[in-house]
């Protein structure tokens, strides 16, 4: 009994073990249980959570090829860049959104020196600056990553940071303190969500970066082409130009004496001047596919042989400012150009008596400067210069004519700005022994006028045709003039003073017409050169050029066409091309207009038209213009908050 008693005892202490273990066994079933539910919930959470960062991915990459089209391809600003769109509606929204954030400060400079190795840059500013992308330093252009105001990542703060030095086939190289460092991008930033997950990116992009170039010209036969302006597109692609087109015509009969031909830097566009033999000055616009129609801007009356307009954007606002003579009186006439319509604005009373005969323009160089100055040889011969600030034209403190012109019925003016200062140098002729005078505008000031006298006594004429031509690398300018005597000479402003140069011919091809022309080289690799093409009869009917490197003129001159009347040359700032409009002497034996590109190497030839050419004085009758518009992607960037 007793044994049995101990049986049962023994099999309820079994059961009671059996069932804690039970319980506790159903326990951990349960925790793994509730376990797997979880880690499979959270697995398809985040399955869920991964999918849509890919469709945020997806949405800002499409956000951004729509912005990069509006950008690229149809002209928007890229401060208008705001483009929102829903891709998909359901269970999750994906949708995009975009932003275009303009970086073209008024420029810094370099804290200190830095050799072709120095991996972080020292500014004295970043403000203004994209956090990445691209800045350029003299002829050099420098990928960053970053922008830091920190001593310790600088060294000297504020600086540029992540560098990759010499791209976009520049080289890299020594730069000294107080060194320009210029930067002209647009920052695109597009955000992309789906759900509740957001990506965002970057990319830096070039906001003028076009590497094609246009030419228009002006034929005087066969009837039919009268009127007419004619243009070809070069394509940098193949290093070539298209087949001959035609823009839109004046009007029959009329032929065109002057042609203006700008382009714009944020926009597809390019500008169309002209002026006829009636005095009409009109202008049409090219939008990257069709010419539009012209719009009448007034008649210069009685100086139909003169060239009384000039046409230049302003680099911040892409604006177009046409300057011109309105035939009548004195008052400065001018329209605006928007980028969808011009607009006359009211006239500017200028301090002469003779009408506006010859203008010339040329814009600051700086990418946050609406600056474009003006200087106008009048038909009293007052020399006469202003200065447009953007919103209005001001007469930089002075109030009286500058000086009295020894000839009106000659170009004997010019102006251009050294790009790295950002000073604006005018300059105009004299009959002192082709002498010329000069002055600056600092930005807060004019400079007194100055004189510079040619020494050679070989020089004995006065001054007839004159061109002055910047250096993008640097405060260089070159000075040319053609004197009544047909002597060609040149000199050379190193930033600081003017040397002379060598006479370059005693008998160009004639006194009519400017026979020369003159410009600095833009390929990085060749910074500081720069070309002199004329036409010369000294041995016999020839097109000559002159190359100018390390500072000084090469010894060789090289005769390498038919007689020229008009040289009309021109640098694509991206490119590096140089491109030559020779407009041939009706004495001459091809009598054609040629062209010639060069990009180191040899100087090729394209024929552009046939002839007959008119006779003396040419005008201007062909004008080249680099395509600046255009689109350069520098880096992507992830945006992350």
Known sequence: MKRFVSHMNSISRQRGFLLVTAVVLIIIVSLILTVMVFLGATGTDSSVVHSQSGQALFAAESG???????????????????????????????????????????????????????AIIPATSITGYASHGRITIDAERIQYQGTSTSAVVCGTA????????????????????NAVIR????????????GNTTRAIERATTISDGTDAMMAYAKDSPAASVGIPFFRIWDNTTSSWSAEQSATS???????????????RTRNEVILGTQDSTGDIRVQVWNGT?????????NVGSDTTYRGFDIEYETNGDRAVLVYNNGANSNLNYWIWNGSAWSAQPSVAMPIVGRPRWVELAPHPDPASNEIVMLVLSSSSEIYGMRWGGSAWSNMGIALSWDV??????????????????????????????????????GAALTATQNFIFTSSVLAGTSNWVRVAPNLFSNEIMYGVQDSARDLHTAYWNGASWIEGPRHDSNVENAASRNFDLVFDTNPARAGDAWLVWGSRISTDFARRRQWTGGAWSGTITNFADDVALTQLAAHPNSGWLFAGLYGDSTGTARNLVEYHYNGGAWTQTSIWGGPVIADPVQERVYLSPTRFGLGIYDWVEIFP
């Open 250 to 264: 004046v009007g029959a009969g009329r032929i065109i004496q002057y042609v203006v031909l700008k382009s714009a």
């Open 64 to 118: 951004m090829e729509r912005a990069l089209r509006g950008f690229s391809k149809e002209g928007t600003a890229c401060a208008n860049l705001t483009y929102n769109s829903t891709l998909s509606a359901g269970a999750t929204t994906v949708a995009f959104a975009t932003a275009g954030t303009v970086n073209a400060p008024a420029s810094t400079t370099l804290s200190a020196n830095i050799n072709a190795t120095t």
């Open 405 to 442: 012109a020894v000839i009106t019925s000659r170009k004997i003016i010019d102006v251009a700005y050294e790009q790295q200062s950002g000073r604006a140098m005018f300059v105009w002729g004299t009959a002192a022994a082709a002498g010329f005078k000069y002055r600056f505008w600092n």
């Open 290 to 298: 069709v010419w539009s129609a012209t719009s009448f801007v007034a």
């Open 183 to 194: 930067q002209n991008q647009c920052v695109i930033r597009a955000t992309g969500t789906s």
């Open 158 to 177: 504020p600086c540029f940071t992540g560098t990759v030095r010499g791209v976009a086939g520049t080289p890299a190289a020594s730069h000294n303190i």
